[in-house]
């Protein structure tokens, strides 16, 4: 996604709140700096910056608020395990407007209303516009229900709203009415889909990639292409709420479903983010690094390459004098990969580091995926529970990462899933159950460590290349 302004304060003084209160945490936050998760060489990707200059110690990049935690659809995979009723205990407008308050004090660039579906609140439309009048961006993922009429497509435009997110999990009614638990919901999504491009509303389409569709990739992308689609993103399991284990992709059909999204990536005319695969970043920077070998052994350009290596025609290369290019990394993608590949732009983000969720009734969370209650906004101020509570201290503190996360080089711009560690584990610090990558001082023997924990065996591959 492109910054949705480029505003990007230093935030509100970081005083102490007297009003700061931060609920016990669980006794898995071990104490810092064991001795086997110290770095054993130099960190060569410490020094990168966080995106656009946010101090992730200070403000997230995206902040995400469940508006409402009512649905009326059933999903299999839902994380809110989401009820048709509002709880009684939800925001209210007063606290949802206070709570926007914060948000544009801390200059958060990006704000997304979720649920639950958004559109169970009455109230939405009000919100969105009173956030747009304090130049708050706000981004809003509707569920495909009778709510998502023409008519409220049209109402959020006029409030507001940035961009729509919704999500499409099969390219097929039957692949995603199965996934969603509701006939005619795939039909209704590709309305939706029309009316907001008719409505001029950008669209970015969310689809969980598990067992059920993670053959499916190639048609999807075809799908998207037709209803011209700003961004797709792409979330990977964690097993909470009503999601199941069984569906949860082993460490090798994630490499799998990399090498299909990156392919991809060279080829579709729409941006492409992952959600709870932050090692999908080390998987880009070991490939654009073969890229620029493989450019460079051949002599032939420097661009970037399709999938049977073919150079891709009318492409920048990459920099090839460093001084030249301000801000030039090693081995990061070129300028065209990284345009298409938002899982760059996002590098160091990761649940509660850049990126902070807000619950229907307050409670604040390092991600929605990852239930470790760090403060609720009734009771202590935002900025403090983000900058201060142990939960997000520790998250962002990568020398406190366990296992071969902590060992890794590419620990500083990947970390791993926290929230799937914490799924699997009840530790929010263990390494990534779904990441085969071996860093190179790990030694999972005398470490004791298993090499990934989720590696159910499977005959055939998922992903064909
Ligand atoms: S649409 Fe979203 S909130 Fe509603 S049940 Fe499905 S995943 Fe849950
Ligand atoms: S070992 Fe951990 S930090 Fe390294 S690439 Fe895998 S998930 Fe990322």
């Not at 609920?23 to 064991?34: F, I, M, N």
């Not at 009820?83 to 925001?91: E, G, N, T, V, Y």
């Not at 509570?389 to 366990?402: E, G, N, Q, V």
Request: hydrophobic residues 35%; glycine residues 8%; charged residues 20%.
């Amino acid at each position: 996604m492109q910054p949705l302004h480029s505003v990007f304060g230093s935030g509100p003084d970081n005083a102490e709140s007297s009003k700061r209160h931060f609920p016990q945490e669980r006794a898995t936050l071990h104490d810092a700096g064991s001795s086997t998760n110290e770095p054993k060489t130099p960190e060569p990707m410490h020094s990168i910056p966080a995106r656009g200059g946010i101090d992730y110690d200070e403000s997230p990049f995206l902040a995400i608020w469940e508006v409402t935690q009512s649905c009326d659809l059933a999903c299999k995979h839902c994380r809110a395990a989401a009820q048709p009723i509002a709880h009684p205990d939800q925001l209210t407008n007063a606290e949802g407007k206070a709570l926007i308050d914060q948000i544009a004090d801390l200059h958060i660039p990006v704000f997304v209303f979720t649920g639950g579906d958004p559109l169970k609140r009455s109230d939405v439309f009000e919100l969105i516009r009173y956030a747009a009048a304090k130049g708050v961006h706000v981004a809003l993922t509707p569920s495909a229900t009778p709510l998502l009429t023409r008519e409220a497509i049209f109402k959020l435009k006029e409030a507001g709203l940035v961009r729509l997110g919704i999500s499409l999990d099969g390219s097929t009614p039957e692949i995603h009415d199965a996934f969603r638990g509701l006939p005619g919901a795939w039909a209704r999504t590709i309305q939706a889909i029309e009316w907001a491009n008719e409505a001029g509303i950008p669209i970015q389409v969310h689809s969980t990639i598990s067992r059920h569709n993670a053959l499916d990739l190639d048609n999807l992308c075809a799908l998207f292409e037709k209803l011209a689609i700003v961004m797709w993103n792409v979330f990977f399991l964690v097993p909470v709420g009503r999601g199941q284990l069984a569906d949860l992709l082993s460490g090798e059909e994630f490499e799998q479903v990399f090498g299909k999204i990156y392919e991809l990536s060279h080829r579709v005319s729409f941006q492409i983010k992952t959600t709870e695969a932050m090692h999908y970043r080390r998987y880009l920077l070991q490939h654009n690094l073969e890229e620029r070998k493989f450019s460079h052994a051949h002599g032939n350009g420097h661009g970037p390459r399709t999938a049977n290596h073919e150079p891709r025609q009318h492409e920048p290369g990459p920099p090839t004098d460093r001084s030249s290019s301000v801000g030039y990394e090693p081995g990061a993608p070129t300028a065209d990969a990284q345009a298409r590949s938002h899982a760059w732009v996002t590098r160091r983000v990761n649940d509660g580091k850049g990126f902070m969720f807000i619950s229907h009734t307050g409670n604040v969370y390092p991600s929605g995926f990852l239930p470790i209650h760090a403060g609720n906004i009734r009771e202590t101020p935002l900025a403090d529970i983000y900058r201060n509570a142990p939960i997000f201290k520790a998250l962002r503190d990568t020398a406190r990462l366990r296992g071969k996360c902590g060992a890794c080089e590419f620990k500083e711009i990947c970390g791993g899933s926290r929230a799937r560690a914490y799924a699997l584990t009840g530790d929010p610090l263990a390494q990534e159950p779904c990441c085969i990558y071996q860093p190179r001082n790990w030694h999972p023997r005398e470490e004791g460590e298993p090499a990934a924990i989720c590696q159910p065996a499977l005959a055939t591959p998922l992903v064909t290349l």
